[in-house]
């Protein structure tokens, strides 16, 4: 803090209190009004953004025409808890809106903040000179400074220099502030009086429409706004009086809830009502725009004020006449404004339908926008976006926004029940009833197909085209010659895709309320082979060059039947004639089904052996190259050992294009010691495109890693070893074999066996002999270690087929086509695919 600080404390020790621009003084802490802090032409308020923020405003705009009491509010600060420690009088400054205190909070730059909590650093200080400081302790303060680039606080002794401003006394409200937005409200007034007819009702004001009554309003209850004859009923003074001695004018007049006349006696004016607040201390006073007394009276055109009078040992509520003097008889009743019973709808925050409750032609329709409404018998359901609403409650007022086009009703506003008709309510015109939809709002992909990445790792999908056609069944699409067709029966050759994400959007959603739906496109690829779906002028085909057609899977409410969308509209359907597949711009659906059919394996980390052809995967520990070799192999000096064999094989942390990728290192290198550095299998195009282990500190961290390997799932039982950089670029993805040597090929033709391995240092513990594998081919599956025990084989539904005993640890077994459950005596039941 800087030195002048001490010689401020003893300059504050007498100051007890402020002046403000009023006639009287007023001693803080001794008030609860609330007053504007202004420095120059501006004023402390609140942000409209950000209801913590402290900021500056223009205080030219808090005394407008145009400015809200809750806009005023929150520029009105009360000044309160005077407490003095070392003869410096603080304070507790507290914000109107929000009835919370004026702090700061530390950090790089100081910035003033709201807080609720009274602990902290939230006392401040008002200098001789008006400064405003908020104070730690001692002779321990920051002043509040303003400046062009905003509110701060600064570690200096003049700050800016602040003074109290009085609000105004006599501010009209409006129809909608005296609901403080909501149209219903309640008068409760500060004692029992009778006569008080608005006592425990829910009242509606409407601001009356004339140049010569500005600020006046209307006054009816809700739910008996009319008689039954549809004449509508309002609040106002009666030509009824209660006799008080020494009464003048319209003193001792009633009030009534009556209808407006027009001809004999005109109440019109009897009718219209005006709330004049003081902003400081929100007192109310109630006025009535003219009473009924005689034409020629002096008193025409005087305006009333509501009051109480005392009579019999009873307070009679009651209007008055101003004298010559401004003066009323009778004493100004408390009176405040309260929250009225607003309608609420049961269910709350959540989805719904609307069906419109009006008589007219739309009348039973479903609304599926702002505007339009769903046609015929159709009907929302909760797995689609179409037809739905969401309906967002806060504090009593409600914002409806359609799901599919973000399209609202009514934002933040109170509704009305209509009465007789159950759950159906006014959103501003319309009566529409509401009917709660048992939707997921944390489903970001509703109506849409959203699989995760397991599932795209897992399964295979099976597409059959729905027939729009009488008389057509639903088709099965297999390939010939590379072009998708189709055909009304099951076929062996029935064609199985693997989808891959490629994108994600927002399609949908009530955006307005922060809701957000979104749809993933998908790549459709063949389950065995490298092609994708892609354009053949009037057809579909399967292709490794020509570029992949994108797919939305637009679900029906169903979530089984999907439409396959592309980003330029169209879907896919059938054309009979050529029974093959085409875009067309009618809706077309699928059915959706998935079936067990891993490409990629999936292994926990651990140290395996890749056999090729009864050799092993192993690095040269001199030239680093990757060979096939068996033990007893040559080196240098030495001949290749159990250890040289044993890789390990780990998997990295993410999918990608829905596959487990995997590290393949050896610890064996050519030293006499133990070495912490490992070797990764690497895919180098050098040396005639030979493969190698390379030693790299960032071989894990480093972008299109050369090391990154899947194993990719051969049919007749085996894996290709695949590697992810040169797949990217269309290079040379797999591992080959040529004369002993790990080359690269851009077409796999070395299947490798993985085996576990035990570990090369001694005291690690040795992994569990090879387990019991299934492994599907077509028209037939192989089974391997499973020598001499007993195999039953079943269908889906569990029905047997055979039994056999397995003659060795290789066998293959021939079976009709689809799932097959293989139960292992001894072992447990596989489930595999026979194409």
């Given at each position: 803090m800087n030195k002048k600080s001490t010689l401020l404390a003893v300059a504050l020790m007498t100051m007890g209190s402020f002046t403000m621009n009023a006639e009287e003084p007023v001693k803080l802490g001794a008030t609860d009004d609330f007053y504007?802090?202004?420095?120059?032409?501006?004023c402390l308020s609140l942000d409209g953004n950000k209801s913590d923020s402290v900021i500056v405003k223009p205080y030219s705009e808090f005394v407008t025409e145009n400015a809200t009491k809750s806009v005023i509010d929150s520029a009105l600060w009360q000044i309160v808890d005077k407490q003095t420690e070392l003869g410096i009088n603080?304070?507790?400054?507290?914000?109107?809106?929000?009835?919370?205190?004026?702090?700061?909070?530390?950090?790089?730059?100081?910035?003033p903040v709201l807080n609720t909590s009274i602990s902290g650093v939230k006392r401040w200080v008002f200098t001789d000179g008006s400064d405003l400081k908020a104070y730690y302790g001692g002779s321990t303060y920051l002043s509040l400074s303003v400046t062009e680039e905003g509110l701060s606080l600064v570690d200096n002794e003049e700050g800016s220099p602040f003074k109290v401003e009085i609000p105004s006394p006599e501010f009209v409200l409006t129809a909608k502030q005296l609901g403080a937005g909501f149209q219903t409200f309640r008068l409760k007034f500060?004692?029992?009086?009778?006569?008080?007819?608005?006592?425990?009702?829910?009242?509606?004001?409407?601001?009356?429409?004339a140049t010569d009554k500005e600020g006046y309003v209307t006054l009816q209850v809700k739910g008996d706004e009319s008689y039954p004859n549809g004449v509508v009923k309002y609040f106002g003074v009666d030509t009824l009086k209660t006799s008080i001695a020494g009464a003048k004018d319209a003193f001792g007049y009633k009030f009534s809830l009556d209808s407006t006349r027009t001809v004999q006696k005109p109440n019109a004016a009897w009718q219209q009502f005006k709330f004049v607040i003081d902003l400081k201390?929100?007192?109310?006073?109630?006025?009535?725009?003219?009473?009924?007394?005689?034409?020629?009276?002096?008193?025409?055109?005087?305006?009333?004020?509501?009051?109480?009078?005392g009579v019999d040992n009873k307070n009679i509520l009651t209007v008055s006449l101003p004298d010559e003097k401004g003066e009323y008889q009778g004493a100004a009743p408390s009176i405040a404004l309260t929250k009225g019973s607003h309608a609420t709808i049961p269910g709350g925050t959540g989805v719904y339908a609307l069906k419109s409750a009006s008589k007219g032609v739309n009348g039973g329709k479903y609304y599926v926008s702002a505007n339009s409404f769903m046609g015929g018998d159709t009907i929302p359901y909760k797995e689609v976006p179409r037809g739905q609403w969401y309906i967002k409650a806060n504090g009593g007022k409600y914002s409806v926004v359609d799901r599919e086009s973000n399209s609202a009703?009514?934002?933040?506003?109170?509704?009305?029940?209509?009465?007789g008709q159950k759950d159906t309510?006014?959103?501003?015109?319309?009566?529409?009833?509401?009917?709660?939809?048992?939707?997921?709002?944390?489903?970001?992909?509703?109506?849409?197909?959203?699989?995760?990445?397991?599932?795209?790792?897992?399964?295979?999908?099976?597409?059959?085209?729905?027939s729009g056609t009488s008389g057509v069944g639903d088709m099965y699409i297999y390939t010939n010659d590379s072009i998708l067709?189709?055909?009304?029966?099951?076929?062996?050759?029935?064609?199985?895709?693997?989808?891959?994400?490629?994108?994600?959007?927002?399609?949908?959603?009530?955006r307005q309320l922060g809701d957000e739906i979104s749809v993933i496109s998908y790549e459709l690829r063949a389950l065995y082979n490298p092609g994708k779906v892609a354009k053949q002028s009037d057809s579909l085909k399967f292709s490794t060059t020509d570029p992949a057609v994108s797919f939305q899977f637009i679900s029906d409410h169903t979530r089984q039947s999907y439409a396959l969308k592309t980003d330029g509209g169209l879907y896919v359907g059938v054309n009979l004639n050529a029974a093959c597949l085409q875009l067309t711009k009618d809706v077309a659906y699928v059915n959706f089904s998935s079936i067990d059919a891993p490409e990629y394996a999936s292994f926990a980390n651990g140290h395996k052996r890749l056999v090729y052809n009864n050799n092993s995967l192993v690095m040269n520990p001199n030239t680093f190259l990757a060979e096939t070799r068996i033990e007893g192999n040559e080196i240098t000096k030495a001949g290749y050992e159990k250890d040289n064999f044993s890789l390990w094989v780990e998997q990295a942390t993410e999918l990608v294009d829905g596959k487990h990728l995997y590290y393949i290192s050896s610890g064996m290198v050519n030293t006499n010691g133990a070495d912490d550095n490992r070797y990764y299998l690497a895919a180098k195009d050098t040396l005639g495109g030979r493969a190698v282990f390379m030693y790299n500190d960032t071989i894990k961290t480093m972008k299109n890693s050369p090391a990154l390997f899947a194993f990719k799932t051969v049919e007749g039982g085996g894996y290709y070893l695949e590697n992810q950089s040169e797949l990217s670029k269309n290079g040379k993805p797999y591992i080959g074999v040529t004369n002993g040597f790990a080359v690269m090929q851009e077409v796999p033709t070395a299947v490798f066996e993985v085996e576990n391995a035990p570990a090369p240092v001694a005291n690690e513990e040795i992994e569990a002999p090879t387990a019991v594998q299934i492994i599907g081919g077509v028209g037939e599956f192989s089974i391997r270690n499973a020598g001499g025990k007993r195999i039953t084989i079943s269908n889906i539904l569990g029905q047997k087929i055979g039994t056999q005993m397995v003659s060795s640890d290789y066998v293959?077994?021939?079976?009709?086509?689809?799932?097959?459950?293989?139960?292992?005596?001894?072992?447990?039941a596989y489930k595999v695919i026979v194409k």
């Amino acid at each position: 803090m800087n030195k002048k600080s001490t010689l401020l404390a003893v300059a504050l020790m007498t100051m007890g209190s402020f002046t403000m621009n009023a006639e009287e003084p007023v001693k803080l802490g001794a008030t609860d009004d609330f007053y504007y802090l202004k420095v120059g032409d501006k004023c402390l308020s609140l942000d409209g953004n950000k209801s913590d923020s402290v900021i500056v405003k223009p205080y030219s705009e808090f005394v407008t025409e145009n400015a809200t009491k809750s806009v005023i509010d929150s520029a009105l600060w009360q000044i309160v808890d005077k407490q003095t420690e070392l003869g410096i009088n603080t304070y507790l400054i507290r914000n109107k809106a929000t009835l919370q205190y004026l702090a700061f909070a530390p950090g790089e730059k100081l910035v003033p903040v709201l807080n609720t909590s009274i602990s902290g650093v939230k006392r401040w200080v008002f200098t001789d000179g008006s400064d405003l400081k908020a104070y730690y302790g001692g002779s321990t303060y920051l002043s509040l400074s303003v400046t062009e680039e905003g509110l701060s606080l600064v570690d200096n002794e003049e700050g800016s220099p602040f003074k109290v401003e009085i609000p105004s006394p006599e501010f009209v409200l409006t129809a909608k502030q005296l609901g403080a937005g909501f149209q219903t409200f309640r008068l409760k007034f500060g004692d029992t009086y009778e006569g008080n007819i608005f006592e425990g009702k829910d009242l509606l004001a409407k601001d009356v429409v004339a140049t010569d009554k500005e600020g006046y309003v209307t006054l009816q209850v809700k739910g008996d706004e009319s008689y039954p004859n549809g004449v509508v009923k309002y609040f106002g003074v009666d030509t009824l009086k209660t006799s008080i001695a020494g009464a003048k004018d319209a003193f001792g007049y009633k009030f009534s809830l009556d209808s407006t006349r027009t001809v004999q006696k005109p109440n019109a004016a009897w009718q219209q009502f005006k709330f004049v607040i003081d902003l400081k201390n929100d007192s109310l006073s109630m006025f009535v725009a003219e009473t009924p007394v005689a034409a020629e009276s002096p008193l025409v055109g005087k305006i009333a004020k509501v009051v109480v009078a005392g009579v019999d040992n009873k307070n009679i509520l009651t209007v008055s006449l101003p004298d010559e003097k401004g003066e009323y008889q009778g004493a100004a009743p408390s009176i405040a404004l309260t929250k009225g019973s607003h309608a609420t709808i049961p269910g709350g925050t959540g989805v719904y339908a609307l069906k419109s409750a009006s008589k007219g032609v739309n009348g039973g329709k479903y609304y599926v926008s702002a505007n339009s409404f769903m046609g015929g018998d159709t009907i929302p359901y909760k797995e689609v976006p179409r037809g739905q609403w969401y309906i967002k409650a806060n504090g009593g007022k409600y914002s409806v926004v359609d799901r599919e086009s973000n399209s609202a009703l009514i934002m933040n506003q109170e509704i009305f029940e209509v009465k007789g008709q159950k759950d159906t309510y006014l959103f501003g015109n319309d009566s529409i009833t509401v009917i709660e939809l048992a939707a997921d709002l944390t489903d970001k992909y509703l109506g849409s197909l959203a699989l995760t990445e397991q599932e795209l790792v897992d399964k295979g999908f099976l597409l059959n085209p729905i027939s729009g056609t009488s008389g057509v069944g639903d088709m099965y699409i297999y390939t010939n010659d590379s072009i998708l067709q189709v055909i009304a029966k099951t076929t062996e050759n029935e064609a199985i895709f693997k989808l891959i994400p490629v994108d994600t959007n927002v399609v949908a959603g009530a955006r307005q309320l922060g809701d957000e739906i979104s749809v993933i496109s998908y790549e459709l690829r063949a389950l065995y082979n490298p092609g994708k779906v892609a354009k053949q002028s009037d057809s579909l085909k399967f292709s490794t060059t020509d570029p992949a057609v994108s797919f939305q899977f637009i679900s029906d409410h169903t979530r089984q039947s999907y439409a396959l969308k592309t980003d330029g509209g169209l879907y896919v359907g059938v054309n009979l004639n050529a029974a093959c597949l085409q875009l067309t711009k009618d809706v077309a659906y699928v059915n959706f089904s998935s079936i067990d059919a891993p490409e990629y394996a999936s292994f926990a980390n651990g140290h395996k052996r890749l056999v090729y052809n009864n050799n092993s995967l192993v690095m040269n520990p001199n030239t680093f190259l990757a060979e096939t070799r068996i033990e007893g192999n040559e080196i240098t000096k030495a001949g290749y050992e159990k250890d040289n064999f044993s890789l390990w094989v780990e998997q990295a942390t993410e999918l990608v294009d829905g596959k487990h990728l995997y590290y393949i290192s050896s610890g064996m290198v050519n030293t006499n010691g133990a070495d912490d550095n490992r070797y990764y299998l690497a895919a180098k195009d050098t040396l005639g495109g030979r493969a190698v282990f390379m030693y790299n500190d960032t071989i894990k961290t480093m972008k299109n890693s050369p090391a990154l390997f899947a194993f990719k799932t051969v049919e007749g039982g085996g894996y290709y070893l695949e590697n992810q950089s040169e797949l990217s670029k269309n290079g040379k993805p797999y591992i080959g074999v040529t004369n002993g040597f790990a080359v690269m090929q851009e077409v796999p033709t070395a299947v490798f066996e993985v085996e576990n391995a035990p570990a090369p240092v001694a005291n690690e513990e040795i992994e569990a002999p090879t387990a019991v594998q299934i492994i599907g081919g077509v028209g037939e599956f192989s089974i391997r270690n499973a020598g001499g025990k007993r195999i039953t084989i079943s269908n889906i539904l569990g029905q047997k087929i055979g039994t056999q005993m397995v003659s060795s640890d290789y066998v293959t077994v021939q079976t009709a086509r689809g799932v097959v459950i293989v139960s292992v005596e001894g072992d447990k039941a596989y489930k595999v695919i026979v194409k």
